[in-house]
């Protein structure tokens, strides 16, 4: 055989057509999506054909069973979605990679009943007229946090870009070198404020930073003092870092503006639930910072959105920058942020029904029983596999308390017929993928990340596998 031979043995897509398996398959996936995987299909093999050595060719056959099973199983996965949900098994909260904050079930309806139907998104009931989108938040924000104003975009990434732009625009920003952070997903303070056209000014060294530092950099092109709060590490040993009160007092006496980055939204005291405290947005607000930004969708556990609070002032005109319009949120968004919001106003309903808070605040106790309970559904599946429940720590992820190390309880897997790395695989690959992490050649499953409705299907991938 030579390869033109062997081109010329490939089907045509009307022959594929004809083919019995391929006109069962039209019944269930459209015929355009059939076509256009048998056109790949065929495409990839003339490229293989013609990319292999002489030697190679004289042996080849084309199998056509194997094709049309390949046609079969890429037309069907192509139906199929591919953003869709897994089990996070990391006992990383706010996992970055698996979509961080989860929204809470009981908000369903609110953000539904406005996706899928007409809103008074940007419509004034009382008056009849032209509304804000940002008004449905605005007054649940101020309660919340003190603050005077505040505007929500699309993320805080560009929460703080609109900030600046409107601030410091051809204008210069003094900022510790300590706090020149990159965050996950490229995010890096110095490119973000070279984009939004403010001059960085950083002042100090890595480890320290003075006020004076900060007071000796000052001079009359000088649009703001910025705080960044380095979510994502902490530098530790010989160190020193201005507080937030002394900067603001620098601030008052210049007459420049005070701007905290604080990254995540943190509304309530963590160190009232036995974690470490992390600085909220009231404080910062109640301590006088003229701007606060922060995110949505981390410790604030709502949807992906950078939340700016502050002066009126201030806010009026960064309302009046394009570039809210350019970051401005969607109507999803606003039902999903304002929903979350109204959560915050009972804490007890707070806790329970937020789901990042939930997970945080899990007891060791309560963890240990959804174990127990795990790992007996595993037992009594008679599954080729050693387990056993074991002590370990959960982070919190997403940039958020580095520091913390919440003690969990896990459940550790050993298949007795394959590697850790092959059963993570296949995990991986199951129908509702199962995300896990290995250790010490074992799989690990943290309950606290794992919701006791995925028990079974946990249990039934397991079973499949072995
Ligand atoms: C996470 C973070 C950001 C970016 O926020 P996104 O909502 O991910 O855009 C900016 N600044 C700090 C300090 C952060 O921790």
């Known amino acids: 055989m030579n390869k033109k031979m062997i081109l010329s043995s490939l089907p045509s897509v009307d022959e594929f057509l004809n083919n019995s398996l391929i006109k069962n398959l039209m019944k269930e996936v459209p015929r355009k999506v059939v076509i256009e995987n048998i056109r790949h299909c065929i ?174 950099a000052i001079g009359e092109n000088t649009a703001a003092l910025l705080k960044v709060h380095t979510s994502n590490y902490k530098i530790l040993g010989f160190t020193e870092e201005v507080d937030l009160k002394d900067l603001i007092n620098v601030g008052k006496r210049n007459n420049i503006p005070v701007i905290e980055d604080l990254g995540s939204g943190v509304l309530i005291d963590f160190k009232k639930y036995g974690l470490i405290h992390e600085p909220t947005v009231q404080e910062s607000v109640a301590l006088g910072t003229d701007i606060v930004t922060f995110s949505g969708d981390k410790l604030l556990g709502g949807p992906q959105a950078g939340i700016i609070v502050g002066n009126k002032e201030w806010i009026d005109k960064m309302k009046k920058n394009p570039l809210t319009r350019a970051f401005r949120i969607d109507k999803l968004t606003m039902a999903a942020l304002e929903a979350t919001l109204k959560l915050y106003l009972d804490e007890d309903e707070m806790i329970n029904k937020i789901p990042t808070l939930r997970m945080l605040t899990e007891t060791l106790e309560s963890i240990e029983e959804r174990a127990k309970e795990l790992y007996n559904l595993l037992l009594d599946a008679n599954i080729d596999i050693n387990c056993k429940i074991k002590d370990d720590f959960s982070q919190v992820g997403g940039g958020s308390l580095p520091l913390e190390k919440l003690p969990t309880k896990v459940i550790a897997i050993q298949a007795k017929c394959m590697s850790a790395a092959k059963l993570e695989q296949k995990l991986r690959y199951n129908r509702v993928p199962i995300i896990a992490r290995i250790q010490d050649e074992q799989l690990i499953l943290d309950l606290r990340t794992i919701k006791n409705q995925q028990f079974n299907e946990i249990k039934e991938a397991l079973t499949d596998i072995s």
Request: proline share 1%; glycine share 6%.
């Open 43 to 216: 495409q990839n093999h003339r490229t293989k054909i013609l990319t292999m050595k002489e030697k190679q060719v004289e042996s080849y056959v084309i199998e056509h069973e194997l094709l049309i099973q390949e046609i079969i199983k890429k037309s069907k996965s192509f139906l199929e979605m591919n953003l869709k949900e897994v089990i996070n098994a990391t006992g990383v909260v706010l996992h970055t990679n698996l979509g961080r904050a989860l929204l809470s079930d009981s908000i369903k309806e609110e953000i539904w009943s406005v996706a899928s139907g007409y809103s008074n998104l940007e419509l004034n009931i009382h008056t009849g007229k032209r509304g804000s989108r940002y008004s449905h938040v605005v007054d649940i924000i101020k309660f919340l946090t003190g603050a005077e104003d505040a505007l929500v975009v699309n993320n805080n990434a560009a929460a703080v870009m609109l900030v600046l732009s409107t601030v410091a625009k051809d204008k210069e920003i003094i900022v510790s070198r300590g706090q020149l952070v990159e965050i996950g997903g490229s995010f890096r303070v110095p490119d973000v404020m070279e984009q939004s056209g403010a001059k960085l000014v950083d002042v100090g060294t890595t480890n320290k930073t003075h006020l004076w530092d900060y007071e000796e």
